[in-house]
C-alpha cells in the first residue's frame, strides 16, 4: 500500500468556489486525500457539506473548533504535501504575500513549508491592480505557482483576465 498524499485545499470568498467543489472531487478520484479549509466568505457561495461529503473528511472552518489538543492548522502542516488555494481571492492572495494570519486557511499557510499553487478569481480590474500585480511578483518570487487566471467573462459581467482556471487544469498542475 503507498503512503497517503494529503492536499490541502483553500477555498476562498469568490463565485468561483463552486468550482472548488469540482476540483476536490477530481483530486480525490486521483487518489489524493483532500483536507477542505474554508474561509467564511468561502461558506457564502458552497457549504462545508458540499466539501466533507466529496472528501470524505471533517472541513477546516475555524481556528477555534479543534477536535483534540492540537491545532488542526498546525498538524496539517505537517501532514500536507501541497497546499492549493482556488478560488484565490485578491484579499487571500494579499494576506499570504504579507503574512497576515487571521483565519484556519491563512493560519495555516503561514506554518506551511510545502508546495503552494494558487489560482486566482476575481473581476479583471481587482488582478490588474497595482497592489495585487505586486503582490503577485512578491509571491512568484517566494516560489508560490500560479494557475490562471483565464481571460473570459466574470461573473460581474465584466471581461478579461480573472476567471478561475478550470478544475482539471489545475489537477494538471498539481500533478506536474
Known sequence: MSEKRVIALGVTGGIA???AAGLCSRLVKAGF????LMTENAEKFVTPLTFRTLSRRPVV???WEVPDWRPEHVALAN???LLV???ATANFIAKLAHGIADDALTT???TFNGRVVLAPAMNPEMWRHAACADNVELLKKRGVEFVGPECGHVACGADGPGRMAE????LQKIKN
Open 61 to 63: 472552518r475555524s481556528l
Open 167 to 170: 478544475p482539471e487544469k489545475i
Open 17 to 19: 468556489a463552486y468550482k
Open 79 to 81: 501532514e500536507a504535501e
Open 85 to 87: 488555494v482556488a478560488p
Open 108 to 110: 495555516f499557510a503561514a
Open 33 to 36: 486525500e483532500v483536507q477542505v
